[in-house]
């Protein structure tokens, strides 16, 4: 499991290193709008929207590994292809395929699952995203520190030890050694509830209404809203500390090392012992509310307040703490929470489909962030986010009345 976790990490080592200097790159040495900046975004989870189920679902049929494997291949590729690039128009196409290869985070959660147990899932998922989290640590401080170094673009030499991260990952998951998953999809019997969703016997369209049909639907919808919130945090972010506080790359990417550390203390050290405690839809409930909480806050910053007189920089600080410790409270636990809710056999494709439907929020959030951000300087950005994060914790209540008291105490 550690070479795994391992794997995640380097892997969003490299999906971290361009936030930071993504506004520089862009707007300022290429001359785009924030429209533009944030479609560059958007590109990516799209790419990684149309992955997620038809690569979870691959690896229910020809294995994880190998899936995994050719995708962190194509994954150093495009990192590559992204340091050498200086027009638009290649940026988008390197980090479309990018965004293909980074479809295997339900793959990730899938072999998860498949090895390990209920109980032990949640403490698990916490790893996942606190490796996820190191990635943002080290990516983003890699983008800023890095940003700018050398004659070539200001993220040439961030995306080359990107690639080399990336690479690294490719000789962790060749040594991987991982059962198959058929003979547990093999297993799954013809009852009249599991002809439903039986693959065999269905097309792939309508395997996925089945699934969306199932209460495997609700948490995708939980993880679109999620993920369509915190967009708004992910493009505009950056572009607030450097309108607020005139942050350049280097400042930006200190202030995400700060983000990644937090998410690494709440879902390293924090997650196994809040859900043995309280349990993970508790959690939940309480991860959205502190999200929404940071957002709000952030909203009132963005309009020229500030709860702490003229600390503007103080003020931005304990907002981005109440959300991404928010963040980091809800996203590994709800994952935990939907793998319970999907069938063994199928655990790939229905951990893909909830990814899917998330990098779909993401998508949708990232191509309306840009113009938000320009039409209301992160008062609209923000402002949606927080809407949506409310929304959102209505459909966690309703996913919390649906189980049993034990699931979640």
Same mark, same amino acid.
């Given at each position: 499991?550690?070479?795994?976790?391992?794997?995640?990490?380097?892997?969003?080592?490299?999906?971290?290193?361009?936030?930071?200097?993504?506004?520089?790159?862009?707007?300022?040495?290429?001359?785009?709008? #924030?429209?533009?900046?944030?479609?560059?975004?958007?590109?990516?989870?799209?790419?990684?929207?149309?992955?997620?189920?038809?690569?979870?679902?691959?690896? &229910?049929?020809?294995?994880?590994?190998?899936?995994?494997?050719?995708?962190?291949?194509?994954?150093?590729?495009?990192? +590559?292809?992204?340091?050498?690039?200086?027009?638009?128009?290649?940026?988008?196409?390197?980090?479309?395929?990018?965004?293909?290869?980074?479809?295997?985070?339900?793959?990730?959660?899938?072999?998860? %699952?498949?090895?390990?147990? =209920? #109980?032990?899932?949640?403490?698990?998922?916490? $790893?996942?995203?606190?490796?996820?989290?190191?990635?943002?640590?080290?990516?983003?401080?890699?983008?800023?520190?890095?940003?700018?170094?050398? &004659?070539? =673009?200001?993220?040439?030499?961030?995306?080359?030890?990107?690639? +080399?991260?990336?690479?690294?990952?490719?000789?962790?998951?060749?040594?991987?050694?991982?059962?198959?998953?058929?003979?547990?999809? &093999?297993?799954?019997?013809?009852?009249?509830?599991?002809?439903?969703?039986?693959?065999?016997?269905?097309?792939?369209?309508? +395997? $996925?209404?089945?699934?969306?049909?199932?209460?495997?639907?609700?948490?995708?919808?939980? $993880?679109?809203?999620?993920?369509?919130?915190?967009?708004?945090? #992910? %493009?505009?972010?950056?572009? +607030?500390?450097? &309108?607020?506080?005139?942050?350049?790359?280097?400042?930006?990417?200190?202030?995400?090392?700060?983000?990644?550390?937090?998410?690494?203390?709440?879902?390293?050290?924090?997650?196994?012992?809040?859900?043995?405690?309280?349990? #993970?839809?508790?959690?939940?409930?309480?991860?959205?509310?502190?999200?929404?909480?940071?957002?709000?806050?952030?909203?009132?910053?963005?309009?020229?307040?500030?709860?702490?007189?003229?600390?503007?920089?103080?003020?931005?600080?304990?907002?981005?703490?109440?959300?991404?410790?928010?963040?980091?409270?809800?996203? =590994?636990?709800?994952?935990?929470?939907?793998?319970?809710?999907?069938?063994?056999?199928?655990?790939?494709?229905?951990?893909?489909?909830?990814?899917?439907?998330?990098?779909?929020?993401?998508?949708?959030?990232?191509?309306?962030?840009?113009?938000?951000?320009?039409?209301?300087?992160?008062?609209?950005?923000?402002? $949606?986010?927080?809407?949506?994060?409310?929304?959102?914790?209505?459909?966690?209540?309703?996913?919390?009345?649906?189980?049993?008291?034990?699931?979640?105490?």
């Amino acid at each position: 499991m550690f070479a795994l976790l391992l794997i995640t990490f380097v892997n969003f080592v490299g999906i971290g290193a361009l936030i930071p200097i993504l506004p520089y790159t862009v707007i300022e040495n290429l001359g785009y709008s #924030e429209t533009v900046m944030t479609a560059l975004l958007a590109s990516f989870a799209l790419a990684m929207f149309i992955a997620n189920p038809i690569l979870g679902r691959l690896s &229910d049929k020809v294995g994880r590994q190998p899936v995994l494997l050719i995708s962190l291949i194509i994954g150093t590729a495009a990192h +590559l292809w992204f340091a050498l690039s200086n027009d638009i128009l290649s940026m988008f196409v390197a980090r479309i395929i990018a965004g293909l290869s980074a479809g295997n985070i339900g793959v990730i959660q899938a072999i998860i %699952a498949d090895n390990s147990k =209920p #109980e032990a899932r949640a403490r698990i998922m916490g $790893f996942l995203g606190a490796a996820i989290g190191s990635g943002f640590v080290l990516g983003p401080a890699i983008g800023g520190l890095l940003g700018g170094l050398g &004659d070539g =673009p200001v993220h040439q030499v961030p995306f080359l030890v990107a690639a +080399l991260f990336s690479f690294i990952a490719v000789c962790l998951a060749m040594r991987l050694k991982l059962q198959s998953v058929h003979s547990a999809a &093999d297993s799954v019997t013809d009852s009249p509830t599991d002809s439903t969703i039986d693959s065999g016997r269905q097309g792939f369209f309508r +395997l $996925f209404k089945s699934m969306l049909s199932s209460p495997i639907g609700l948490f995708a919808l939980a $993880f679109f809203c999620l993920n369509l919130a915190f967009a708004q945090v #992910e %493009a505009s972010y950056v572009l +607030l500390v450097r &309108d607020l506080l005139d942050f350049g790359p280097r400042q930006t990417g200190w202030l995400f090392t700060y983000i990644g550390v937090c998410i690494i203390i709440v879902q390293g050290g924090l997650i196994g012992k809040l859900t043995n405690a309280f349990g #993970e839809m508790r959690v939940v409930v309480a991860g959205v509310t502190v999200l929404a909480a940071g957002q709000l806050v952030t909203t009132i910053i963005a309009g020229g307040a500030s709860p702490f007189g003229n600390s503007l920089f103080l003020a931005i600080l304990v907002s981005t703490s109440f959300v991404c410790v928010g963040f980091a409270l809800t996203n =590994p636990t709800l994952s935990a929470a939907s793998s319970y809710a999907a069938r063994s056999g199928q655990m790939g494709g229905a951990l893909g489909l909830v990814q899917g439907f998330g990098s779909m929020g993401q998508v949708i959030g990232l191509s309306i962030a840009g113009p938000l951000y320009q039409a209301g300087t992160g008062r609209l950005s923000f402002g $949606f986010g927080f809407v949506v994060t409310c929304l959102l914790l209505v459909v966690v209540w309703q996913i919390k009345s649906r189980q049993p008291n034990s699931a979640t105490k």
